[in-house]
């Protein structure tokens, strides 16, 4: 089996949310980048417990600058056999879809997962959009994963529950929590991961069809109102009379 | 502008989500409505009334196979002609709209929040409800994909005849197997009220505290990640930044400290009501509400006073 995870970079989530440039880009001073979790804990875990006992390979792919692949090293670390690195700025998420489909297709590989969301953008687009452009079923928000031979059978969060489904490779999937445990990468692996293969490819033209133009903060919540606990008549009050929500 | 409008009727209803997206349509335009699955004609007649001037229903195609409903959904925006296609950015439009987006090249607002202004902007959630972006689609069509419960549902009335639609989706290439029902009334993604409690209760033979409390609202029950974790409570309660994101009218918390990725899924909630014994605990700061006190007290307490409202009215 071949798979591919697509990793993305992203800020800590204890980030300090702000933005420069007339509020039209996120401010990166003193933020730490880290991979995004869905793809570190669950897609890409996932991929090497299947990869162990199934044999294959592992290889993860970002579209992104150099200065992406310390988070690409991490993923190295954690087990996966050799990165691929699409030189270009992830412009939207059809542009970053578009470069990981091309090359998807390019080399035959079996299943291609990518994270629940980016915990950024949060935009959830980019696994529909690889399977839509590779033609393949796509199972989204999967929580569970199991091959055998070329049949898989997922299971996957829908509305009101779960549903057990099967689907042959080559497909594409995005990994929600359920799917596997995070790992903490090694020394053994810290190592091995300066050394594996790091492919450069420059990118395929493609067209942003959607851009940001500017952000906004929320605007900041007034004081609390605090009631005493031996008063929680005077709550219920509140929320009934002046929140109006019960 | 002409507008399609997907809505999912799992279980055969249509849900206030659902609502919401229709009358969300009507505000942009001419809006049809595609839809799939075993699902009454009196209940969609109800769509008319947030501004459906037609739906089109396909009774064939199951929701599991996004690549059949993707033909499904681009058969009907090119019957009708459509520049706008909406989603409900739940699991369903998450699993779908991405594939019509790539295949129409129509640009994707994910997580859109209000109406396009005049200049074509849309406002969406990014950064897990931390920021907001403005963006703006270039392609001369587009998907937007709605945030549940962020917009008004605006009554419109409009013709909304039901028609029968079938055309060429191809074989599935998804087999569901099994489907496993959630346990529990209320849907945590739908409800308007949530009761959700933390690693503060102490273990899980003290939730029952928490579903009192939810059953007389008639709310629906969430936790924070540790608490599902250690499985005290099923994953599908876990709020947050890695799990669901929910924008209730109302969000009680018991015993949650109020971490920034716990926070990142809930701070959509319109009121925000915190029960904690340590007065410094976070949580206090992103609230509307406060007590300072034991929710092993204050639970149950709450419970009452709610039953004595409820009595009154
Ligand atoms: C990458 C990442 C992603 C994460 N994603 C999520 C996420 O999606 N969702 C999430 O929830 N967390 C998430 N976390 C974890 C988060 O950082 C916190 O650890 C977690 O939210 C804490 O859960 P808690 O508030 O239940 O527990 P604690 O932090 O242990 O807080 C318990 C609280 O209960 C109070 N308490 C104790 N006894 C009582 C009592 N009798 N009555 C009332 N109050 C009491 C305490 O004062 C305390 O404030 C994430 C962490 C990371 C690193
Ligand atoms: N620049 C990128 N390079 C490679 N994979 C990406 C990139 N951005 C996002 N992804 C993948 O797509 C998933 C969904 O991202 P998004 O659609 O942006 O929420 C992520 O979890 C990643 O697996």
Redesign the interface.
Known sequence: MKFLVCISKVPDTTSKIDFTDNNSKFNEAGVQFIVNPYDEWYALVRALELKESLGGSVTTITVGPATDEPIIRKALAIGADNAVRINAEPGDAYFTAHQIAEYAKANAFDVVLTGKETINYNGSQIGGMVAELMGTPYISLATKMDLNGNTATLEKEMVGGVEIVEVNTPFVLSAAKGMAEQRIPNMRGIMAARTKPLEVIEPVPCDDLTSFVSFELPPEKSEVKLVDADNIGELVNLLHNEAKVI | MSVLVYI?T??GTVTKNSLGAVSYGAQIGSTTVVTNGRVDASELEQLKNYGAEKVLVNRSVE?????QL?KLIVAAAEQVGADTIIFT????G??????????L???????AIALPEADG?I?T???????????????PKRVISLTPNATEIKEISAAGSVEEFSPEVGTP??????????EGDV?L?EAE?VVSAGRGLKGPENWGIVEDLAKT?GAATACSRPVSDIGWRP??E?VG???IAIRP??YIAAGISGA??HL?GV?GS??I??INTDPEAPF???????????AF??LP??N???K??QAQS
């Open positions: 999912d799992l279980g929701g599991a196979d996004a690549s993707t950015n739940d699991l369903t998450k699993a779908v709209a991405p594939r019509v987006s790539a295949n090249k129509a640009g994707l607002v994910s997580g902007s406002k959630n990014v950064f897990s409800g931390k920021a907001f972006g403005i963006m703006k689609v270039h392609s290439g998804v087999t569901v197997k099994e489907v496993k029902k959630q849907l993604t009220l609202l994953h599908h876990h930044q890695t799990g009218n109302l920034i990725q990142a701070n319109k009121v009501v915190v206090f700061k992103a609230a509307d509400y406060g007590v300072v006190g034991d007290d204050v307490k709450l009452e006073e709610i004595k409202l």
